[in-house]
């Protein structure tokens, strides 16, 4: 998983999208969704669209939930 500036992105108002997120954080969509499905994750949902939106804070608790996943293995 790459390594994730927490303080630059903490400071950042991007809204990532499914794909954006996932390929940002090394992951599929598919685990996302599973994340979302389980409760562990509430993104917003943009009012245009009703796409997702992923925002920083989403991404930093995604990138812990993956870091403990694979020290669990």
Sequence with gaps: MPAIDEEK??????????NEAARF????????KHYEQT???RPERL???????????????LQVAEQLKAVAR
Excluded at 9 to 18: E, P, W
Excluded at 25 to 32: E, M, N, Q, S, V
């Design 47 to 61: 009012q245009d669209n009703d796409y997702r939106a992923y925002t920083a804070e989403d991404i930093i608790k």
């Design 9 to 18: 992105l903490k400071k950042s108002s991007k809204k990532f999208r499914v």
């Design 39 to 41: 409760g562990v994750l």
């Design 25 to 32: 954080l090394g992951i599929t969509p598919r685990i996302l």
